[in-house]
């Protein structure tokens, strides 16, 4: 059987950079992905069946049958949910994981995210917490993967606010007309913009071509490899130093210990020509990163009898404090066209709410929207007011599709131990593994940010000149689903927390987590950076520790 | 199920005006396939549902739904999305016209390998994609 350094269990944000940070010092990896590497064509152009609308199916795994998890629902009655259904909270299964299809909004953590419960108190049910680490300590880490990998914006605009030593490699993309209608009525509030930081290339950089500002960024793949993800940057590198395999439809099953509960290697069961095998692969270090529902899965599932709750379960708190993002969506109707046709369509946004709202704890980012395919703004964005079906629909359609700015942003998440990732034993996948069992909600404290935010999506909207403007708002759920955090979060006491701040499990030298379920809190941005950025720091750290 | 009267139901929910309607647009071809893949769990519930639309249409005008008024078909249709029905429905009238109103919508306004949305005409009615001038 074959010893490796490290075997990294999933190759999405986190498991892609590891895997490059220890391949370049030498270290061998096995990278283990449960999907396929997709190629352009393979990931479509469905408009029914992707990562954003995703009706009837999706384009980036996993497969919809065999794949099954549980829901329960906040009344407590539970129901098999399959990947495509929004109450599975999926992420995508394929090399690159989410961001092969994400939309590639690149935002750095706010300074006051690392220390929520110093600064706002714990309200009641509520787990809030620090980080173990600040903004200063992490902040060399995003500087790395953003040029790295390759960010475009402008830092300078908020660099009070959310401090850098170096602007981002890439300027930002280009405005759009809703960005002027957008930054004028800011202007008008006293509110300050800022173009939206993207993982996307807005020039030739690091051998990729630029953007040809397609309208298919989000829930698809990019034409040009502008979009920049793991399969297209560190996982190309980490392939390159011949030091790292990368193992796909490999679906891992169980972290293995020893007799004495050491931890020794995986087993999995990989697909090759159409026929399953089950293997186990031995390594002196396991990193898992598989995002934070199927991350906190595999250590529940890992049970042996020295650990019969699971690997790093000691304390019940795998699995708990799952959180996402609520995003309140207001929409308002323009005098004039604000569609260009040109991609990514999200340009503008304001982090005046992130924090220091009165009576509110937390906050959250409000920016402009990705061009929405006309069925997708039809489920999404019509007026409630508006007959769903007829000629009025139909006239709706036609001259207002062009005319319709949209503003959402991700709410901080208040977290909640009772919002949780267990297993189900009843329930198995087509591996016989017992599939993962979702349940809680988000703390109302984070409804009531929503809220506030919602009314400030709103207000801008109206400051544009918008003659009707109308909004959606989240209730009490569970938030997880593409921005899914939280499950195995970092901290100092081994009660209160699964991981050091390095993601290393307590009690375990050799067994790590890095992912997003090492975040304490998920901060009121698109958390990928962040996940990117401590996967940079926790990967340096085991590169020196052998 | 009456081709003749999910072609007028689909023509009711997108009329036709500058732009083509459901059934000019190939509403009726996208549901075709959807009903034998991805809905084809649903087709009987589908069909028991357009037919129940026709016998709502006897009961209330004495002729099948085609043959009706622009006006007596849409006071039909809506008298099915609330939920106000004259007859005994196989169906949840709600739940049915909920699917047929969406997957209408789908097959108008989704990407043209589905079998709707000929020529992208909604995509340049609504302005996703620009008129190419012949």
């Known amino acids: 059987m074959k010893n490796y350094d490290a075997i990294i269990v999933g190759s999405g944000a986190a498991g892609g950079i590891v895997a490059c940070v220890l391949a370049e010092a030498g270290k061998h990896v096995l990278l283990l992905e449960r999907g396929p590497a997709l190629t352009f064509a393979e990931v479509g152009r469905d408009h029914l069946r992707n990562q954003r609308l995703a009706i009837y199916g999706h384009n980036a ?159 698809f793949a990019c034409p040009t490899d502008a979009k920049t993800g793991t399969q297209n940057t560190v996982i190309p590198r980490a392939l390159a130093t011949g030091n790292c395999e990368l193992k796909t439809a490999a679906v891992a099953e169980a972290i293995e210990t020893d007799d004495r509960g050491n931890v020794t290697g995986i087993s999995y069961f990989v697909t090759s020509s159409g026929t399953p095998q089950h293997e186990t692969a031995r390594a002196r270090m396991v990193i898992v990163s598989a995002g934070a529902i199927e991350s906190a899965r595999l250590l529940l599932n890992s049970r042996s009898s020295l650990h019969p709750a699971g690997l790093g379960n000691e304390h019940d708190q795998v699995g708990r404090n799952l959180q996402g993002h609520l995003y309140p969506r207001a929409y308002g109707l323009s005098a004039t066209k604000v569609f260009n046709g040109i991609g990514p369509g999200v340009t503008i946004a304001t982090i005046q709410f992130n924090h220091d709202n009165p009576g509110i704890i937390g906050g959250g980012m409000l920016a402009d929207d990705f061009i929405k395919p006309p069925i997708d703004f039809w489920y999404d964005s019509l007026p409630p007011d508006l007959p769903r079906w007829g000629i009025v629909n ?92 939280g499950t195995c979060r970092m901290g100092n006491d081994p009660a209160t927390s699964v991981t050091d701040e390095w993601g290393r499990i307590h009690g375990h030298n050799n067994l790590f987590v890095i992912d997003g379920s090492l975040h304490v809190t998920n901060g009121g941005f698109n958390p990928v950076l962040t996940i990117m950025a401590l996967a940079f720091r926790s990967a340096e750290y085991i590169a020196q520790m052998t | 199920m009456n081709s003749e009267t ?78 106000a029905v004259k007859t005994s429905w196989p169906v949840a009238p709600s739940r049915f016209f909920e699917m047929l109103v969406n997957t209408t919508a789908e097959g108008y306004y989704s990407d043209p390998q589905q079998g709707g949305n000929r020529g992208c005409a909604s995509w340049v009615m609504t302005g996703f994609e620009e008129a190419v001038e012949s």
Not at chain 1, 441 to 451: F, I, K, S, W, Y
Not at chain 2, 22 to 42: F, I, K, P, S
């Open chain 1, 61 to 219: 795994g996993p497969e919809l049958i065999g794949n099954p998890r549980v829901f329960v629902d906040p009344q407590g009655r539970s129901r098999l949910v399959d990947p495509h259904e929004l109450d599975y909270h999926n992420n995508a299964a394929c090399v690159g994981g989410g961001t092969r299809v994400y939309g590639a909004q690149a935002w750095r953590f706010h300074p006051d995210d690392f220390r929520m419960a110093s600064k706002y108190g714990v309200p009641e049910g509520s787990s809030l917490a620090d980080w173990p680490i600040s903004y200063a300590t992490l902040e060399p880490f995003y500087e790395r993967a953003e040029w790295e990998l390759g960010v475009a914006g402008d830092g300078n605009i908020i660099q009070s606010q959310i401090p850098r030593r170096r602007n981002y490699p890439l300027p930002p993309v280009p405005p759009s007309p809703q960005t002027v209608a957008l930054q004028n009525s800011a202007r008008a509030l006293g509110w300050v913009t800022t173009p939206v930081p993207l993982l996307i290339n807005t020039e030739v950089y690091r051998g990729r071509s630029s953007c040809i500002g397609c309208k298919y960024c989000v829930g």
């Open chain 1, 394 to 485: 139909k006239r709706f359609m036609r001259h207002n599709y062009t005319r319709v700015l949209h503003v959402r942003g991700p709410v901080q998440d208040i977290p909640n131990p009772e919002g949780r990732v267990s297993v189900d034993n009843n329930v198995r996948d087509k591996w016989g593994i017992p599939v993962a069992r979702l349940s809680g909600t988000t703390h109302p404290a984070t409804v009531e940010a929503a809220e506030f935010m919602r009314e400030r999506g709103e207000q801008w909207l109206r400051a544009s000149g918008c003659e009707k403007v109308w909004s959606t708002q989240p209730g009490l759920i569970l938030s997880g689903r593409q921005h899914q955090a």
């Open chain 2, 6 to 83: 999910i072609r007028a139901v689909v023509d009711c929910l997108i009329p036709p005006d500058d732009f083509p309607g459901a059934y000019e647009a190939g509403v009726c071809n996208y549901l075709d396939r959807l009903l034998q893949t991805d809905l084809a769990e649903h087709a009987d519930f589908f069909r028991a549902g357009i037919d129940a639309i026709d016998t709502e249409a006897l009961a209330q005008y004495n002729a099948r739904f085609e043959a009706l008024t622009p006006d007596q078909q849409i006071a039909i249709l809506a008298g099915i999305d609330s939920g």
